[in-house]
């Protein structure tokens, strides 16, 4: 007799069907499992054999083969041993396989016949309704699995539990979807003394999902300020929630009991290689820029990380989404992310301080921020210079708004985005507008069209940077609650367009130049001044 149940195999984000057939067949005893199989899945036959036994159950004398088709699938991870057991008792006469036919399984097996929590239960249950089958897991993994509606998920912590439930002896009731909450953040942006301008940043990118890039020296709030955002940020729409998730589950981050609403925050060290952040490995897994969909990547000290790891960002910050090619595999994995990158202006961090810079300033600033190429700098929608700041203001008492506050001022501009891109495929956000859409919601008016053009004139806008404006501006009439872009959006945007530190993204000016192009910039200050 030959049984068959259903699992699943992953690709990428998507779960593909896979049968593990069983078949018991006279002669020589033997437990193989064939169909491209990991050295995990391999070694299922002796996790199933010992569950078995705590089970009282002894394999027959017999030859048994387990086939995972389509056999020319690579098979990886641990959660084959429910479905391979599932398979052999069904072949053993032990369950009726009409009821085994109706389930997707997956779970790894403990010696003693409990399940194990495995990673990937999420897009698992996705395919289980697709296929219109329900799912059948470990019962640590059914609260993140239940989230599909579609499906019923039957979360069992035993072997013994799902043989009682397929049999009908014990039936297990469908879990219930799980939400883990941890708490309003204790970090306020009413903390952060000064740098009002920073923060006025940090709120435009909240609203708009605009990268931003700060610079200053150490300690002048920088860190400080990206810590704040979390706090900022609205909460993952059920969607949002619902895609996020099944990349962290994926990774094998779900191990709360649940899906978090919390919007992803992410801060890789500048150590970092590669594969850890835009993804890889043998089984090339989800990076740091798939696992911050969604949500915020921060990197701190920007310019310190490789540059072929910094070179690589080009693509997902454009496109929001990454292709993991190996050579035996192909991963597409989404990466719609806002990335805060925060730099010192030079090595030794004070360049702006004549009494505390090295002897190489200020051409150690140039070096150190030119390991940010002009393509990358370019992607960056709002530069920020973070000045220290002074002694005297930490004892001031802070007249900022508070989180909460700022919070509601976000929350309202991304309510009037989502109203405006209801209709649009792929668009929830003033960053990501593009082509007609951009023409069509963020074109100013005829004074703040005009006044555009000369900025782009005068400080050679790149076409994408031109863009990149008008995105921002947009944000800003958002938060002001103005239906049409005018001038002084445009100003206050374009003056987040000026260089930050001194990067080589722009070429050195003469003395002369440089005081005839200081009048410029201090009227766009003057413009996006309130």
Known sequence: MVAVTYTVAFHGVE?????????????????????LANKAVSEARERVRAALDALSIALPSKRITVNLSPADMPKEGSHFDLPISVALLCALGMIPQEEIAACVFMGELALGGDLVQVAGCLPAALAA??????????????????????????????????????????????????????????????????????????????????????????????????????????????????????I??????????????????????????????????????????SLAHNGVLFMDEFPEFPRHVLETLRQPIETGEVMVARANAHMKYPSRFMLIAAANPCRCGYLSDPARACARAPDCGADYLGRISGPLLDRFDLRVDVPPVAYSDLELPCDSAPSAEVALRITAARTRQSERYAKIPHCMVNADAEGAVLQTFATPNADGQAFLIEIAERFGLTARGYHRVMRVARTIADLAGSEMVERAHIAEAASFRLPAGRGPSQPRKSRKAAAAAQPEKMAIANESSP
């Open 129 to 246: 309704a697709s296929d219109g089958r329900s799912l059948i897991c470990p019962k640590a993994s059914g609260a993140e699995a239940a989230w599909v509606e579609a499906t019923a998920v039957i979360a069992a912590p035993t072997l013994a539990a799902v043989l009682h439930h397929l049999t009908g002896q014990n039936l297990i009731a469908p879990a219930q979807p799980g939400e883990v909450k941890s708490g309003q953040s204790a970090k306020d942006l009413s903390d952060v003394k000064g740098q009002e301008r920073a923060k006025r940043a940090l709120e435009i990118a909240a609203a708009g999902r605009h990268h931003m890039l700060m610079v200053g020296p150490p300690g002048s709030g920088k860190s400080m300020l990206a810590a704040r955002l979390p706090g900022l940020l609205p909460p993952l729409s059920p969607a949002e929630a619902l895609e996020t998730s099944m």
């Open 15 to 35: 779960a593909r069907p896979v049968e593990v057939q069983c078949a018991v067949a006279p002669g020589l005893p033997s437990f193989q499992i064939v169909g």
């Open 248 to 289: 962290h589950s994926l990774a094998g981050l779900l191990d709360e009991g649940g899906i978090s609403r919390e919007r992803p925050f992410r801060e890789p060290h500048s150590t970092a290689s590669m594969a850890a952040i835009i993804g890889g490995g043998r089984s090339a897994k989800p990076g740091e820029i």
